[in-house]
């Protein structure tokens, strides 16, 4: 079955230490996400990209890092810069530019539920 | 820029009982819209989405229609049930980016 993949379900990271959560999807998609979701706040995106090798900022994209060296894979690493980073973080991808652009769904991930001790 | 307004939450209801959780947008041009349902300690998931005026979308019972003079996708389901209890979402794309604006959520619990 076609999906996407977050792990881990649950991360927990002492202060100062960076981590990195995993997201992979084989729908083919060219467009990934990451959302960060706090209670009470929706969805934040922290960062995009349209197609391998490019990605930009979402908007809250400080003390986060991503890559997109292929297609399948969008890892998001969460830097010590990122002042309080206990949340949860959904991935998405969705058929991007190729498949018509004002109608494009997204698909997410399961979620990674990080929390800094 | 654009925007999507829900309604603040928890809706609270008892099985069986009519759900209407509102749903208005600002947009330039003409979008596209959605409702996602999250489920506990889950993702988002798609429920339905319009992508013209008048449109209806519908999907396991719920329906909306995309209401341009009145800027709205109010979601609506004749009989809820316990595992309709979620956060509904309700989002925007518009022409020439597929970035969805996301309101804020509505938590909807139904109680048996």
């Known amino acids: 079955d076609g999906g996407i993949t977050q792990s881990p379900k649950y991360l927990f990271r002492k202060e100062g230490q960076n981590v990195t959560l995993s997201c992979e999807q084989n729908l083919n998609h060219d467009a990934m996400y990451w959302y960060r979701q706090d209670p009470g706040q929706g969805l934040r995106l922290i960062y995009y990209s349209q197609i391998v090798n490019d990605f930009q900022k979402g908007d809250i994209a400080e003390g986060y890092s991503v890559s997109r060296e292929k297609k399948e894979s969008f890892p998001l690493t969460v830097t010590s810069a990122q002042k309080n980073p206990t949340a949860f973080y959904l991935c998405?991808?969705?058929?991007?530019?190729?498949?018509?652009?004002?109608?494009?769904?997204?698909?997410f991930g399961p979620g990674t539920r990080l929390t800094v001790l | 820029g654009d925007s999507v307004t829900q309604m603040e939450g928890p809706v609270t209801l008892s099985e069986e009982a009519f759900l209407t959780i509102n749903c208005t947008y600002t947009a330039t041009g003409y979008p596209s819209l959605f409702w996602y349902v999250q489920y506990p300690g889950e993702g988002l998931q798609l429920l339905l989405k319009a992508t013209k005026a008048d449109d209806k979308g519908s999907n396991k019972g719920f329906e909306a229609t995309y209401r341009k003079e009145t800027t709205s996708f109010h979601l609506e389901k004749g009989s809820v049930q316990v595992s309709d209890s979620a956060v509904y979402f309700c989002a925007l794309t518009t022409g020439g980016s597929y970035i969805p604006t996301f309101g804020r959520g509505t938590s909807l619990i139904v109680h048996p």
């Open positions: 998405a991808s969705s058929i991007g530019a190729s498949g018509g652009l004002s109608t494009d769904t997204q698909y």
